[in-house]
């Protein structure tokens, strides 16, 4: 189902809220680099500042379904043998 | 417009919430039973929470002309406690008759863990055993989508659960289709950080077309909003969507998936 809103309504509509998000992001990775500029990261701080790399780089990509790939990029793979590692039966 | 909240937890909000919500249009509610903020100790504090969601919170909401109904369950939190969940569950029946009571819920996963996998199965088959509906709540975060493959693979296993009497909670992008393509119910959490905004859930019923499709504000006591649902109506009028289609997913649609309840007796507003 389309939505009623026309592509040029929607930039026009949502252009100064994105524009606000990015420099927010912008702001926030300048505050990172800042902070870490006389010690490195932790493993930890480096993987998730690593993570929201890979974010922005779906974002940045083609498609119409950067949202559903920016959330599987966030979560915990699904392993189909779960049952057999917790010794569950199927019903 | 008349709106259905499918899912608030209205014993973590105060009077002024239900008068505030009447103003909004809010005609009925569901709250699932779930986590206090603490573990309970023993069944008996169970009991008395199912009391408060059975006779005081309806007799609350009654007056602001609010219809208030409601679900039983020991929540996925506090099933790492086996055996005090075992005692909830075998003393949930003593409740199941009480006129708002629409089901098992929220019952589901939280870390994903075995004893909770095990305490949701235990839930199920309470449910299908007194043919009661079933509210699901799936995880947070980065367990949200391991978590709800795992809820989908149990209710899918168990031939004896009818999909369309469940319906599937705090779904979003990465999870909404196969929740739907299964047959199931789905709910939209309005919620400020975790979950989803109005604005993104607002893109999914444009994406799936609003069929089985409700959505909710939560608004239980950590950072919510009890007023979300209005806020979507607004953001769908505000993008030209239909009115049929707005009150199909915020009134119709509850209507239609807690009518499959007997004890759901919803007088509309005349």
Known sequence: MPAPQTADEIVADKFLEVRAKLLEIAATLDRVDRASADSSLSDEAAHRR?????????????GSDRAARLQMLYSR??????????GMKSS | MDY?????????????????????GCVAMSEPAFWAGYDRGSVDGFRDYFRQLTETEPARAAQ????????????????????????????????LQRPNVLGIGEIGLNKNTKNEATIFAEHVDLAVTHQELILIHTPHLEDKYQGTRMILDMLCDDSRVTPD????????EHTIKEVLDRGFWAGMTLYPVTKCTPQRAVDMIEMTGGERLMANSAGD???????AVPDLIFEMRRRG????LIKKVVYDNPLEFFGKSKRFKFQPRQ
Request: proline letters at 5%.
């Open chain 2, 4 to 24: 259905i909240d499918p899912h608030i937890h209205m014993v973590s909000r105060t009077t002024d919430d239900y008068a505030t919500l009447a103003r909004m």
């Open chain 1, 50 to 62: 690593d993570a929201l790399q890979k974010g922005i780089e779906i974002i940045a990509s083609e």
């Open chain 2, 64 to 95: 602001y002309g609010i219809q208030h109904y409601t679900w039983l369950c020991i929540n996925a939190k506090e099933a790492e406690n086996v055996e005090l969940s075992r005692e909830v569950i075998k003393m949930i029946p003593e409740f």
């Open chain 2, 221 to 227: 006591w950590g950072p919510s909003k009890p007023t």
């Open chain 1, 77 to 86: 793979e699904y392993q189909p043998g779960w049952r057999e590692t917790f």
């Open chain 2, 241 to 244: 969507l239909s009115e049929s």
């Open chain 2, 165 to 172: 009497r469940v319906l599937v909670d705090h779904v979003e």
